[in-house]
């Protein structure tokens, strides 16, 4: 019987390597087959590649179901295929820039109880026209349908400290839309108007009944060139959060900091926004929490050491939500204050090789309902860190390879994990 699963198996990666090697041949005829120097709005690109994950469901591998004192290791590895073709448009007329994209993800795994793939689906839309000299206003839209933290809770170049780290089954989805209205007063000062709106919805039961929620940020500020490289800024921001299940996690926030954006080079840019979050918990019990005060920190320096050559640094002090809920009530969490460093380095080696260096660790603070109840001051440290090699090998196609390092150490139990992900394949864009 073993005999006849490792046999069944292998016919199974077999099968893998081939489609591997088929859709190889496909991209390399199409990329050959491109008509260079050619002018159009739109973009087509499809990635293959092959991988290899230790962790697939972020599982901690202390957890003893059974209840014998001995912990399960219920942690599940396998090799896969992933397919991400996509469609990108960009349209500029004359006053207006109109770009839209939409990448298709398909996991295979070879040996993962359950279903045997994941699919996801990534949207970014975005309009920025200028009505005049005096006013341009610029709308955009991101959608994601996924599993993956990165996925779902985003955080990498928007600097977001992130309320989800593990993995989440099912279609969960997260939209991710805004505005901006820039009106130029004078020579020297202008008023944006934004508004953000956040919306989560988990397949995932234990995700839903405390993450599913909208979240709607409005705000003004008020900006000063200062001098030709520097622009100072006094800001406002409301937030209102509001949770479709734990409604005791309902909150009301005022955000009031100053901003300063240099431009020590046209290679070194700086930004820098500090103040304070003032927030209500309005749902709050007797007894329970009911308001806080927090530092509210968004540093970031980027700097374009090279021709195509960028690195990036940057820190964030925040409120967040966050996936764990405890009962009873008096032990449950209304949020995390989270501490983020983060940074990214993209290095041209030769014209044809590039490497990307990406990382980011978080340390967090749980939030109880009740002050200095069991979980009340318990903290987490999430690490992720990624590199990833790409060969240009025409115009059209390269190829690339990557790994992923993912680790959470929690006060909470059994929240331990760490992840080790590899890839390999080939990339085609016409």
Do not use: C
Not at 16 to 42: C, F, N, V, Y
Not at 110 to 118: F, I, L
Not at 307 to 324: C, E, K, L
């Amino acid at each position: 019987m073993l005999q006849g699963n490792k046999d069944f198996r292998m016919k199974k990666l077999f099968k893998a390597a081939s489609l591997i090697s088929a859709g190889a041949t496909l991209l390399s005829t199409a990329s050959a087959h491109a008509a260079e120097g050619s002018s159009k709005p739109w973009t087509l690109s499809a990635g293959l590649r092959g991988f290899y994950d230790d962790n697939i469901f972020t599982s901690n591998n202390k957890i003893d179901v059974t209840g014998d004192g001995v912990p399960d290791k219920r942690v599940f590895k396998s090799f896969g295929i992933e397919v991400t073709p996509g469609v990108h448009f960009n349209l500029p007329l004359e006053n207006t820039v109109i770009s839209l994209g939409y990448t298709y993800g398909l996991r295979w795994y070879d040996d993962r109880p359950g279903k045997s793939y994941d699919q996801s689906h990534m949207v970014d839309f975005a309009v920025s026209h200028t009505f005049s000299p005096r006013y341009k206003l610029m709308l955009f839209d991101q959608l994601a349908v996924a599993q993956e933290p990165e996925q779902v809770a985003p955080i990498s170049s928007a600097g977001g400290t992130i309320s989800q780290t593990v993995r989440s089954e099912g279609n969960n989805l997260r939209n991710t839309a805004g505005l901006d209205l820039t009106v130029q007063v004078s020579p020297l000062w202008s008023v944006v108007l934004g508004y953000r709106n956040n919306f989560y919805s988990y397949d995932f039961a234990a995700y839903a009944n405390v993450l599913d929620r909208m979240e709607n940020l409005p705000s003004i500020a008020a900006r000063y060139q200062l001098t030709p490289k520097t622009v100072i800024s006094g800001n406002y921001q409301y937030g209102d959060v509001n949770y479709d299940k734990a409604d005791y996690r309902d909150n009301r926030s005022h955000y009031v900091f100053a901003g300063l954006d240099q431009s020590f080079t046209s290679q070194l840019v700086a930004s820098i926004r500090a103040g304070a979050q003032f927030v209500d918990w309005y749902h709050a019990a007797d007894g329970a929490r009911q308001d806080a005060i927090s530092p509210y920190v968004d540093v970031n320096l980027t700097y374009a050491y090279l021709p195509g050559s960028t690195a990036q640094v940057g820190y964030r002090h925040a409120r967040n939500a966050t996936d764990i809920d405890l009962a009873p009530t008096t032990a449950s969490l209304l949020d995390q204050e989270s501490d983020l460093v983060y940074a990214s380095i993209n290095h041209q080696i030769t014209p044809k090789l590039r490497v990307s260096l990406v990382g980011q660790y978080q340390i967090s603070e749980f939030i109880g309902v009740v002050k200095n109840n069991p979980q009340d001051g318990k903290s987490e440290d999430y690490l992720s860190v990624g590199v990833t090699l790409n060969y240009k090998i025409s115009s059209y196609l390269s190829a690339e390879a990557a790994y992923y390092y993912d680790r959470l150490a929690s006060d909470i139990d059994f929240r331990d994990y760490s992840r080790n992900r590899v890839f390999v394949g080939i990339r085609a864009t016409y």
